[in-house]
T-cell receptor, first 109, second 115 residues
Framework: AQRVTQPEKLLSVFKGAPVELKCNYSYSGSPELFWYVQYSRQRLQLLLR??SRESIKGFTADLNKGETSFHLKKPFAQEEDSAMYYC???????????FGKGTTLSVSS | DGGITQSPKYLFRKEGQNVTLSCEQNLNHDAMYWYRQDPGQGLRLIYYSQIVNDFQKGDIAEGYSVSREKKESFPLTVTSAQKNPTAFYLC??????????????FGSGTQLSVL
């Protein structure tokens, strides 16, 4: 069955430090993976998706099929990056997204 | 701030009472979803609808019911059978067409608490 695992509940880093938010998945076939972000007092929103191969707000994520991972990375964290981050992929039917349990990123100065 | 609107922002339920959470979108999206967000549990799918007059159960549908009579609206009823209803409920929509590579647009959520 499709599953998304985010092993860290909380990740605390200092401003300017590199950030890596981990996401591992189980999926039969070629997955389409997403990162969603929820800033304080804002709506949950799409940050980036695998298929677009984009960099948003300095974040990138590479799909590693061998390790079944889609880790989110940023070389230099900013305080405004503090938020809850969710990794997601489609369910078996391909009609809805399954989300991980989320990782809270806290960036302090 | 249009797009997808959830109401009310806060809702209280008494024992044995059914309550309905509203979700309306003006994005002309075919697909709509209901998720439940609990601390440490992430988002769990309750129900979803890919098209008007059709909907499917998600992972935690027990104790909930939905309807999709209009494209714009996807209300969620939390019935008295749901024994642990206290949670933050999120509604989302996407263009649909049966594809999940579409971006989800989320509402601002409804916090449901039990009195």
């Amino acid at each position: 069955a499709q599953r998304v695992t985010q092993p860290e509940k909380l990740l605390s880093v200092f401003k300017g430090a590199p950030v890596e938010l981990k996401c591992n998945y189980s999926y039969s076939g070629s997955p389409e993976l997403f990162w969603y972000v929820q800033y304080s007092r804002q709506r949950l929103q799409l940050l980036l998706r695998h298929i677009s191969r984009e960099s948003i707000k300095g974040f990138t994520a590479d799909l590693n099929k061998g390790e079944t991972s889609f880790h989110l990375k940023k070389p230099f964290a900013q305080e405004e990056d503090s938020a809850m981050y969710y990794c997601a992929l489609p369910d078996q039917a391909g009609t809805a997204l399954i989300f991980g349990k989320g990782t809270t990123l806290s960036v302090s100065s | 701030d249009g797009g997808i609107t959830q109401s009310p922002k806060y809702l209280f339920r008494k024992e044995g009472q059914n309550v309905t959470l509203s979700c309306e979108q003006n994005l002309n999206h075919d697909a709509m979803y209901w998720y439940r967000q609990d601390p440490g549990q992430g988002l769990r799918l309750i129900y979803y609808s890919q098209i008007v007059n059709d909907f499917q159960k998600g992972d935690i549908a027990e104790g909930y019911s939905v309807s999709r009579e209009k494209k714009e609206s996807f209300p969620l009823t939390v019935t008295s059978a749901q024994k642990n209803p206290t949670a933050f409920y999120l509604c989302a929509s996407s263009m649909g067409g049966g594809q999940t590579n579409e971006k989800l647009f989320f509402g601002s959520g409804t916090q449901l608490s039990v009195l």
